[in-house]
DNA sequence: ATATGCAATCGTTAATCGACGATAGAAAAT
DNA sequence: ATTTTCTATCGTCGATTAACGATTGCATAT
């Protein structure tokens, strides 16, 4: 387990909690979570925003840690990474 | 109580993120959360950043919700907001 | 081998953010 | 009344972000 105090956390936190700052992450991750979607092409049916630009956001929320890729089968998929969600879940309970 | 789901609650979420999607406002919602401060002036002490930074990140988490100012006497005070906190954890908890 | 479909990357533009010093304002102390 | 102390605001600059269309890359299907 990672400290959830000190300077390390408090860049850890708002890593995470930057890449949630936007309307349309928190929409993306919510729809994973709920396994509404699994594909990007899913995502840009849902959004009013471009591919290229959907791409993008889930590219934030991967380097934050918060999705993960998956290529189970014949194309990628995405879901959740529960390790970082259940971390910022963590960070943030303890404020 | 305000709806957890849905466009406007991922908007909330994303402000609220957001705001707390910078290192040295971590910083200053622990030190408040803490009680270790209290006025503008000990959160410049702590942090390596100018007065005029330091205001304006306080003026980001009052914005959000996340910080209220106080005048309980001489001077300013500043304090946790703690309806925008649980908001905060919340949201999160839900993700 | 070629075509198709999906996602990532590139290049660009406008907008926003983070930081600072300088300045203003308000209250307390002298 | 003046000085001091503390915080807010202004103006500026460079860096970062958000968005898009266009292009590339990679599988699968034909």
New interface residues.
């Given amino acids: 387990m990672q400290a959830l ?1 000190g ?1 390390e956390a ?2 850890n ?3 995470l ?7 349309a ?3 993306i ?2 729809m994973l ?1 709920r396994k509404e979607a699994r594909v990007c092409s899913q995502i840009v049916d849902e959004l009013p925003l471009a591919q290229s630009t959907v791409s993008e956001h889930l590219r934030i929320l991967k380097d934050a840690g918060l999705v993960r890729s998956t290529q189970d089968g014949p194309r990628v998929g995405y879901c959740i990474n529960f390790d970082g ?1 259940r971390r ?2 963590a960070l ?2 303890i ?1």
């Fill in positions: 105090e300077a408090d860049e936190l708002a890593k909690a930057k890449a949630l700052g936007h309307p992450r928190v929409h991750l919510r979570s969600l910022l879940k943030v309970a404020i």
